[in-house]
């Protein structure tokens, strides 16, 4: 598997060094997860996100309804550094 190439894929900067150590440590990781191949699934209804194959879904969700929730005062006055009626968050970019 070349390690430097799936860092690359996750704009991870690596050193040489670095991928020799992950590679191996990589490669178990994919051969341990290709154990699913070897599972009978021939008695499961295949899903495609959440929803059958059919396109119904798999789990029973609630009814949409409107209900009380906090006010603005109440949601931002639980932040530790609110800026008026809005969240202060870290950069992210």
Known sequence: ?????????????ITEEEAALYGPQLAGIVEYVEQLNTLDT?????????????????RT??????RSSFTV???????PDPVAE???????L
Not at 1 to 13: F, G, P, S, Y
Not at 73 to 79: F, I
Not at 86 to 92: A, E
């Open 1 to 13: 598997m070349d390690v430097k190439h799936v860092a690359n894929l996750a704009h991870i900067a």
């Open 42 to 58: 021939t008695a499961v209804e295949p899903m495609l996100g959440g929803l059958t194959a059919e396109g119904e879904s798999t």
């Open 61 to 66: 969700i609630r009814a949409d309804e409107p």
């Open 73 to 79: 005062e109440e949601a931002v006055g639980q932040a």
């Open 86 to 92: 809005h969240f202060r968050v870290p950069k992210v």
